[in-house]
């Protein structure tokens, strides 16, 4: 199975700051088949279902802020908020799509300082 | 209103089975796959199964194989997991989530989820 990991594990920001985290996997999710690279990003507030932020490495989802954006390469992920808003807080997921079975990351969970 | 609503949790002892349904409205379910994925408290996500929009395919995570079905009633809307011998470890809140057609689509529609705890 892959492995994602996830870092920091906790992430105080500061409203109106940048903020980033960093997913690695244990191998590339790279489809060198049709060049697509199967790793998205989804956010848990408190209390609420997961919701798809980035997929596909860099997609934004239906809805979701210019503010989020995903970038990387292989095996090395990265999705960054240019300007953090309260409202961004919860636990934030990589997950990788490439290959059955799916798989998450730990988590990163965000909060305000 | 598109929305995917769990039913079918409780407690349960090791060893007994249960049986998890997700309602789906407001989307052509037959259309979508659909995919179980589970969170033991205070733990991070795990996708548990898949099955393709018409049935023919499915997939799961090692840990429940074997042990759980994944199946669909598309004249009904609904998505099914039945889960047998449980343990404790597959204690949990079980969500259904769907994506588009094909089963390695990322999710964009989840459920509330519905928990399941075993024990005795």
């Known amino acids: 199975d892959i492995v994602m990991t996830q870092t920091p594990f906790s992430l105080p920001v500061t409203p109106g700051e940048p903020a980033s985290i960093s997913c690695r996997s244990s191998q590339s999710l790279l489809d060198t088949d049709d060049g697509s690279t199967y790793l998205d990003w989804y956010l848990q507030k408190p209390g609420q279902s997961p919701q798809l932020l980035i997929y596909s490495l860099s997609y934004r989802a239906s809805g979701v802020p210019d503010r989020f954006s995903g970038s990387g390469s292989g095996s090395d992920f990265t999705l960054k908020i240019s300007r953090v808003e309260a409202e961004d807080v919860g636990v934030y997921y990589c997950?990788?799509?490439?290959?059955?079975?799916?798989?998450f990351g730990p988590g990163t969970k965000v909060d305000v300082k | 209103q598109v929305q995917l609503v769990e039913s079918g949790g409780g407690v349960v002892q090791p060893g007994r089975s249960l049986r998890l349904s997700c309602a789906a409205s407001g989307f052509t379910f037959s259309g979508y796959a659909m995919h179980w994925v589970r969170q033991a408290p205070g733990r991070g996500l795990e996708w548990v199964a898949v099955?393709?929009?018409?049935?023919?395919?499915?997939y799961y995570t090692d840990s429940v194989k074997g042990r759980f079905t994944i199946s669909r009633d598309n004249s009904k809307n609904t998505l099914y997991l039945q889960m047998n011998s449980l343990r404790a470890e597959d204690t949990a809140v079980y969500s259904c989530?769907?994506?588009?057609?094909?089963?390695?689509?990322?999710?964009?529609?989840w459920g509330l989820g519905t928990r399941v705890t075993v024990s005795s």
């Open positions: 099955i393709s929009y018409d049935g023919s395919n499915k």
């Open positions: 997950m990788q799509r490439l290959e059955f079975p799916f798989t």
């Open positions: 989530a769907s994506g588009a057609r094909n089963i390695d689509d990322p999710f964009d529609l």
